[in-house]
């Protein structure tokens, strides 16, 4: 997949997933991995900037598998953010339509 369509769309699914649930950042690189390979060096400065900007907080949680994990919690603003990048993603998405179409496929 086109590496510049990816980082696109990369923040806006990390916001929806971890609006679904709480992840921390392996598990949340290997479920968006299912879909658009990408690597933990690619999602952890997402994840430090949207904390940073409110959208995310952070807890510990003990595991059974290691140290402690790093979990991030979407908060009310971020739901906010998260609903207004979703909304100009489909205008986005509609407008690139009508300039494309789908004569290429």
Known sequence: MNAQFKKGVLELSVLTLIGRKDYYGYELVEEISKVLEISEGTLYPILRRLTEEKYFETYLQESSEGPPRKYY?????????????????????????????????
């Open 73 to 105: 919690r979407i908060t009310k603003l971020g739901k906010e953010f998260q609903k207004e990048q979703f909304k100009q993603w489909v205008e986005f998405n509609q407008q690139i339509e009508k300039l494309i179409g789908r004569d290429i496929i």
